[in-house]
């Protein structure tokens, strides 16, 4: 554009040049005595402009369609390329919404999680602020416990005793007297001495939790330990750890008086433990009971192994026997082997011996065993 401003310019001042020299010429001459020469001139010099006005219209022509020409591969260019950044841009901006819908899925189940775990939270802490709820919780975890390793029979819940009272587990050993399991959860005490912060608040909820996990081994051990009848120790289960450690940590008084009270303190880990030592109880009392039927039975066994070894020497003489029926055998197969060999060499004429007629032998049935 700005070659043919120029372009036009010229053409112009070529123009208003023309014009210039045509004046100056008739003021020269005068406008009363007009000249060939003069008329001449003007006419050379405006063929001369129209030349140049020519050449400079075909030249605007020509830098016209060059500076069309450009313009065109310019404004292609700009076109691929603007196509090319927009295809990179949009693919780029589609991998970026497909990255950000998976981080939003991730996000979106990883919130869901929270928020099921959440509930689960607020459902347990229902369930373990509810005093019914938190010893079902704990009877439920100790029946689990005693379900997965003891054989049926070997137990009961909610067995009834003499004094109708009804603990939550009796394991019955081989003197069938029950040993007595019953759960017991604490938490309240616990989380009280847990959240104290001052002396006073601690030393209270130290009393406090001495009070109730005292009153629950009184409980056990006037309840479910009767002479004669069941064991003389109980379990007193606590369905947690950090429970278990915090009363083994900071009241050993309170584990010396259950231990005195002939209760003793499980925790879940613990009760494994015992559980597995009265399933080997319970096997060798069985195997004691079965030892008798075990005697006659090895007896039993005993004597067909005797029966067995003389049904085997007398197999073994039957073998020699038929050992030796082979010996003698192969014994006459040789001779008859040699008579024959005699016979075809004809051997008897050259010793001077007449033929003899030899007698077959009798044949002889074998008896049984030979």
Known sequence: MTESLVIVAAVVIACA????????????????????????????????????????????????????????ERLDAVSHRLGESLQKTTQHTSENLQKLG???????????????????VSSLQSVLTNKQSRGAFGQGQMEAIIQDRLPKGSY????????HSRPDCCVFLADKRPLVIDAKFPLEAVTAYRDAKA?????????????????????????????????????MFIPSESLYADLHDGFDDIVQKAFRAKVVIVSPTHLMLAIN?????????????AAGQIQAEVGRLIGDV????????????????????????????????????????????????????????????????E
């Open 306 to 369: 005797e029966r067995m070894h003389d049904r085997v020497l007398k197999l073994q003489q039957h073998f020699g026997q038929a050992g030796e029926d082979v010996r003698q055998i192969v014994i006459s197969a040789e001779k008859i082997e040699k008579h024959g060999a005699r016979i075809k060499d004809v051997e008897f004429e050259a010793d001077g011996h007449s033929a003899e007629i030899i007698a077959a032998p009798i044949a002889r049935k074998l008896e049984a065993g």
């Open 199 to 235: 002396d006073d608040e601690r030393k209270l909820a130290s009393q406090r939790l001495r009070i109730d996990v005292g009153k629950h081994i009184a409980d056990i051990a006037a309840k479910y330990l009767i002479p004669g009848e069941t064991q003389d120790l109980a379990f």
């Open 277 to 289: 030592v009265i399933q080997q109880i319970q096997k060798d009392a069985r195997m004691r009971e």
């Open 102 to 120: 998976e981080r939003l899925a991730v996000i979106d189940t990883a919130q869901k999680n929270i928020t099921e775990l959440a509930t689960q």
């Open 17 to 72: 040049a023309l014009v210039a020299a045509g004046v100056v010429l008739w003021r020269t001459r005068g406008p009363a005595q007009p000249d060939a020469d003069a008329i001449a001139e003007i006419a050379r010099r405006q063929a001369d402009s129209a030349a140049r006005l020519e050449t400079m219209i075909r030249m605007l022509g020509d830098r016209q369609s060059q500076l069309q020409h450009a313009v065109g």
């Open 156 to 163: 009961e819940f909610q067995y009834s005793l003499s004094n």
